[in-house]
C-alpha cells in the first residue's frame, strides 16, 4: 500500500536539479553583503533585505559571488543566463583541449634490422601525427639475462627518430619488458 502513495508523491513532485556552486536569493542568509549592480557598479554594504527587494525590482536574482569576504560579495545578475555562459565556456574549454594518444611498438631483442627499419618509420609517422610512442622490447625466458641487448636496440631506434622525437622516459625494465616513451618534438 505505501510503494503507489510514493509512487504518486515522486511523480507530482517538481524535482529542479541544478548545480548550486553559489548561494541565490533567500538562500543568502547574512544580515549585511558588499552589493554589486547588474552593470558591474559597486553600491557598497548593504543590509541583505533591501538587496533582494532591489533585485526583485529589477527582475534578476541576487547571487553571492564571494562567500569568504566579510562582509560576503554579491552580484545582481539573471541567475540562468549565467549558468548558460558558465556551460558554454566549459564547452569551448574541452572543444579546444588535444588529446595525446600512446601508441605502442612491440619487438623482441633477436629482431631484423629491416623490421627495424619498418617499426622505426611507422613511429615517425605517429610522432609527426602528434601522438607519444611507447617502445617496448619483449624478452622471454632466458633472454632477460641479455637486457643490454635490449638497451643497444632501443638506443638505436632513439637515433633514428630523434629529428622527430624526444625521449620522454628513459629504458627501464619492468617485469619482462623494457619499455621507453618518446613524445614528439616541439617545433
Do not use: W
Not at 611507422?122 to 633472454?143: I, P, Q, S
Amino acid at each position: 500500500m505505501l510503494y503507489p502513495l510514493l509512487f504518486l508523491l515522486t511523480y507530482f513532485m517538481e524535482v529542479k536539479i541544478i548545480s548550486k556552486e553559489q548561494l541565490i536569493n533567500e538562500e543568502i542568509r547574512d544580515k549585511e553583503i558588499r552589493l554589486i549592480d547588474s552593470n558591474g557598479e559597486q553600491l557598497g554594504i548593504v543590509p541583505t533585505k533591501k538587496a533582494l527587494e532591489l533585485a526583485e525590482s529589477k527582475q534578476l536574482d541576487l547571487v553571492m559571488i564571494a562567500e569568504q569576504a566579510k562582509p560576503p560579495v554579491c552580484k545582481i545578475m539573471d541567475y540562468r543566463k549565467y549558468l548558460y555562459e558558465i556551460s558554454k565556456k566549459e564547452k569551448e574549454a574541452r572543444k579546444n583541449q588535444k588529446v595525446i594518444n600512446i601508441k605502442e611498438i612491440r619487438f623482441s631483442p633477436n629482431i631484423e634490422e629491416h623490421d627495424i627499419s619498418v617499426k622505426a618509420k611507422n613511429a615517425e609517422k605517429f610522432l609527426k601525427d602528434g601522438d607519444k610512442v611507447k617502445v617496448t622490447v619483449r624478452f622471454r625466458g632466458r633472454e632477460t639475462d641479455y637486457s643490454h641487448i635490449g638497451q643497444n636496440l632501443l638506443k638505436g631506434f632513439y637515433e633514428r627518430l630523434s629529428s622527430v622525437g624526444d625521449i620522454e622516459k628513459e629504458a627501464k625494465m619492468e617485469g619482462r619488458n623494457l619499455i621507453m616513451i618518446l613524445k614528439p618534438k616541439k617545433s
